[in-house]
């Protein structure tokens, strides 16, 4: 790793790194690999963070009742992760304030911190308490811990939203029921309903789980970009993830489908109707996921609320692929998997065509405008790990073995078409050696 400063690389300039290996190319020629080409920038940011005092608070619990005792603790350091474990602030007194949803103060103290700058604390709440949210500052450091006190009251009566739990097809009319039901089993009859349906749009991409997704977010190893430009790519393709750590994308407004207020029936139940059509024809290009929330107000004003989800799908499922390396060589052996998923994420099992063909530079086929490709195999997915085969010549056969594949780099997502494939879990992999 080379590190260097504005001193070194004047931002005025761009650079470039490139890296030679003797005799391991083809032929035994030379290899060379090359990054950069990018203008040099610093983040201007970077000291101002690194030397911010930063405070940490935690709670013994999120929540609370009146009465009861509250346990916290907070930490006092500069933001400094990578120096020793010690802290400038240790053995300081500093004065905590605990105030209410009001914004009185019902707690204040000084603490003296411990040796490595922890505060630690109680306090009871009085039998009165106010409801809400509660804050918990170290004063004079800007930061503000947070903990709910709630009074608990046993519901008497449930709401359930019964909505299909299955994808339906973009299109169609969802068709959902709330019931509201008193514990002891009778129906709530003497009640009003508010129902709130929204509509945002639903993603079905999907990556191979990786070994650090915890850490960087699923996909983080796709390394291909998308072809937008191609023909029937955004139809086919499989576009890269966006991660965290790039500026945030605008968030999705949901779209109010239906809010009305009506009386809940005799029997406790309320029908509601969905229509997607008109989803399907103003944004066709995506899926769709209705939200439904019902909140339920009986007799004796208690509330109650239930929701529930419908996805609406232009495609039953769709497939999934990814090869293990990104570019090959003549000789190597291509391992491509294949993952089919419903619009919920459920696996598929059912059977399939697989061909690879072969492309130049200006998009057509390497074995003929309509020909057959350099090779076809038929696919059964199931619960079992994996079916492989080798292709050494134009077109071969496949033979199948079952073997665990790990190791997952992107290809494209195929196409599926609408018809009922549900259940069991389903991958297939394949590999072929190029010529």
Request: net charge positive; with cysteine.
């Amino acid at each position: 790793m080379v590190l260097t400063d504005n001193t070194d690389q004047p931002t005025n300039y761009n650079w470039l790194t490139i890296a030679r290996k003797k005799g391991d190319g083809h032929g035994g020629q030379d290899r060379l690999a090359y990054l950069g080409f990018s203008g040099v920038w610093f983040g201007r940011a970077y000291d101002p963070e690194y030397h911010a005092t930063r405070v940490f608070t935690l709670t013994d619990r999120p929540v609370y009742r009146p009465e009861h005792k509250v346990q916290f603790k907070a930490w006092v350091r500069h933001a400094k992760y990578d120096q020793p474990d010690t802290s400038d602030f240790a053995k300081q007194n500093f004065l905590v304030i605990v105030r209410n949803p009001k914004g009185e103060k019902v707690f204040e103290k000084g603490i003296v911190s411990d040796d490595y700058a922890g505060i630690v604390g109680e306090f009871s709440l009085v039998k009165d308490a106010t409801l809400g949210v509660y804050s918990i500052e170290v004063s004079g450091h800007g930061h503000v811990g947070h903990f709910r006190v709630e009074e608990y009251k046993k519901p008497e009566f449930e709401v359930k939203v019964e909505a299909p739990k299955e994808p339906i097809k973009l299109g169609d009319r969802i068709e959902a029921t709330v019931q509201a039901k008193y514990y002891f089993g009778a129906p709530v009859t003497k009640g009003k309903a508010k129902i709130k349906v929204l509509r945002t749009s639903h993603s079905t991409t999907w990556y191979a789980a990786g070994r650090w997704d915890w850490f960087y977010g699923s996909g983080y190893w796709w390394f291909a970009a998308d072809y937008k430009w191609y023909p029937g790519f955004m139809e086919w393709g499989c576009c890269r993830p966006y991660p965290i750590w790039w500026h945030p994308r605008p968030i999705e407004q949901p779209e109010v489908v239906l809010e009305t207020e009506q009386a809940v029936g005799a029997d406790g139940l309320i029908k509601v109707v969905i229509d997607t059509a008109a989803a399907k024809e103003l944004h066709g290009d995506t899926d769709h996921q209705y939200s439904i929330t019902a909140e339920v107000v009986d007799e004796s004003r208690r509330t109650i609320v239930g929701t529930g989800d419908v996805i609406a799908a232009r495609k039953a499922f769709s497939v999934f692929s990814w090869v293990d390396r990104g570019y090959y060589r003549s000789g190597d052996t291509i391992k491509a998997s294949f993952q089919g998923l419903t619009p919920d994420k459920k696996p598929v099992k059912g059977t399939g065509k697989l061909a690879l063909m072969g492309l130049d530079l200006q998009g057509r086929r390497a074995a003929g405008e309509g020909g057959s490709g350099l090779g076809t195999w038929t696919r059964t997915s199931r619960a079992a790990p994996s079916c492989r085969s080798r292709r050494r010549r134009p077109v071969s056969t496949a033979s199948c073995t079952s073997s665990p594949t790990r190791r997952r780099t992107p290809s494209r997502a195929a196409t599926s078409s609408w018809f009922a494939a549900r259940a069991s879990p389903a991958r297939t992999s394949a590999s072929t050696t190029s010529n």
